[in-house]
């Protein structure tokens, strides 16, 4: 099924990773009470494998 030129799975696919960065940066916070720089680091680390890799 496509939305608009976009594959549906593509589509679910992006909507899961987003929530998943999400859900982790909340659960370090209310967890571990992490501060602002800890979840800074958390993020950068997240994007770091698919910075430099093409896109198809």
């Known amino acids: 099924m496509s939305i ?3 594959n549906l799975g593509e589509t679910l696919s ?3 990773a ?3 960065n999400l859900v ?10 992490a501060a602002d720089e800890q979840v800074g680091v ?3 680390l997240q994007l770091v494998p698919t910075s430099g890799s093409p896109r198809s």
């Open 4 to 6: 608009g030129g976009t």
């Open 42 to 44: 958390l993020r950068f």
């Open 24 to 33: 982790l940066a909340l659960t370090v916070i209310l967890a571990f009470n």
């Open 14 to 16: 992006l909507l899961g």
């Open 18 to 20: 987003q929530v998943t």
